[in-house]
T-cell receptor, first 114, second 116 residues
Framework: SQKIEQNSEALNIQEGKTATLTCNYT??????LQWYRQDPGRGPVFLLL?????KEKRKERLKVTFDTTLKQSLFHITASQPADSATYLC?????????????FGRGTQLTVWP | ETGVTQTPRHLVMGMTNKKSLKCEQHLGHNAMYWYKQSAKKPLELMFVYNFKEQTENNSVPSRFSPECPNSSHLFLHLHTLQPEDSALYLC???????????????FGPGTRLTVL
């Protein structure tokens, strides 16, 4: 069965540094991968999507990479701010699903301290 | 706000009760989803509806019964639940346009369910 691992449950960094979150997947080959942010008591919010033929995608201070050989995606937040503190979820998509069925990782809780 | 609303936000029920969760999306999407989120576990997909038709049921126990009367509304009817069913139940919607839909999903705030 499909398995998604996000590097750690929690990551603590100082404001201004770059946060790097890792997502590894096994037992399937997603056509694309999404990253979501979830704040306490709220539903996940979509951040970025990267397709299998794209190596890198950027949006403002966010950068995502997708290495289909390593079966890994990296999510970077540059110049991190306390407001970036949240749980970040990796969601590779099921290639065989016309509805783009997503499998979610457990998430990494990021804390950015001043 | 994401355009997806859920009611109630919190629900406490006994194991013999019957209750329903409601989800409404104001985005004009054609697909809706129910997810379960338990502590320390990944989001688990429960049901998928596409154009009001159920297209996926991930081996969910029959004590959970979904209903999708139209493409904007989704219900989850609950009866004789167990304490281990306590979790955050999230509704989501997306616009699926065909064979390969790179669809981002829009989530509601969730219903925090506690089963006593």
């Amino acid at each position: 069965s499909q398995k998604i691992e996000q590097n750690s449950e929690a990551l603590n960094i100082q404001e201004g540094k770059t946060a790097t979150l890792t997502c590894n997947y096994t037992n399937y080959s997603p056509a694309y991968l999404q990253w979501y942010r979830q704040d306490p008591g709220r539903g996940p919010v979509f951040l970025l999507l990267i397709r299998e033929n794209e190596k890198e995608k950027r949006k403002e201070r966010l950068k995502v990479t997708f290495d289909t050989t390593l079966k890994q995606s990296l999510f970077h937040i540059t110049a991190s701010q306390p407001a970036d503190s949240a749980t970040y979820l990796c969601a590779p998509a099921d290639r065989g699903s016309t509805l783009g069925r997503l499998y979610f990782g457990r998430g990494t809780q990021l804390t950015v301290w001043p | 706000e994401t355009g997806v609303t859920q009611t109630p936000r919190h629900l406490v029920m006994g194991m013999t009760n019957k209750k329903s969760l409601k989800c409404e999306q104001h985005l004009g999407h054609n697909a809706m989803y129910w997810y379960k989120q338990s502590a320390k576990k990944p989001l688990e997909l429960m049901f998928v509806y596409n154009f009001k038709e159920q297209t996926e049921n991930n081996s969910v126990p029959s004590r959970f019964s979904p209903e999708c009367p139209n493409s904007s509304h989704l219900f989850l009817h609950l009866h004789t639940l167990q304490p281990e069913d306590s979790a955050l139940y999230l509704c989501a919607s997306s616009q699926n346009s065909g064979v390969r839909s790179y669809n981002e999903q829009f989530f509601g705030p969730g219903t925090r369910l506690t089963v006593l």
